[in-house]
């Protein structure tokens, strides 16, 4: 069992930065790709960025590629989503996901999920 908590959303200026950040616990922490997900009401689960349970593989939808980074930290069990030059269509609740099939932009490739942080971007 994996549990995942997000945090570091917030409001932010066009232009401006946040880094979430997802704090894993549970067993076999490094046998899990790390994702990050964006939702907004009625829409679907999208894809964000992942990495692999190694960190040697990163994806990144095309809307983000550029402007975000994905990154972990094994010794702090952490997955980070830095953000940059945010616009207002990047408003979303960001979720954070655990999975053992590798870093993939698929929602169902990824088992464990945490609670979602909320990110705000003003025009």
């Known amino acids: 069992q994996v549990q995942l908590v997000e945090s570091g959303g917030g409001l932010v200026q066009a232009g401006g930065s946040l880094r979430l950040s997802c704090a894993a616990s549970?067993?076999?922490?490094?046998?899990?790709?790390m994702g990050w997900f964006s939702q907004t009401p009625g829409k679907e689960r999208e894809f964000v960025a992942a990495i692999s349970n190694l960190g040697t593989t990163t994806l990144y939808a095309d809307s983000v590629k550029g402007r975000f980074v994905i990154s972990r930290d094994y010794a702090k069990n952490t997955a980070y989503l830095q953000m940059n030059s945010l616009k207002p269509e990047d408003t979303a609740v960001y979720y954070c996901?655990?999975?053992?099939?590798?870093?993939?932009?698929?929602?169902?490739?990824?088992?464990?999920w945490g609670q979602g942080t909320q990110v705000t971007v003003s025009s």
């Open positions: 549970g067993r076999g922490l490094t046998s899990y790709a």
């Open positions: 996901a655990a999975g053992a099939l590798g870093a993939t932009m698929a929602r169902n490739g990824y088992t464990y």
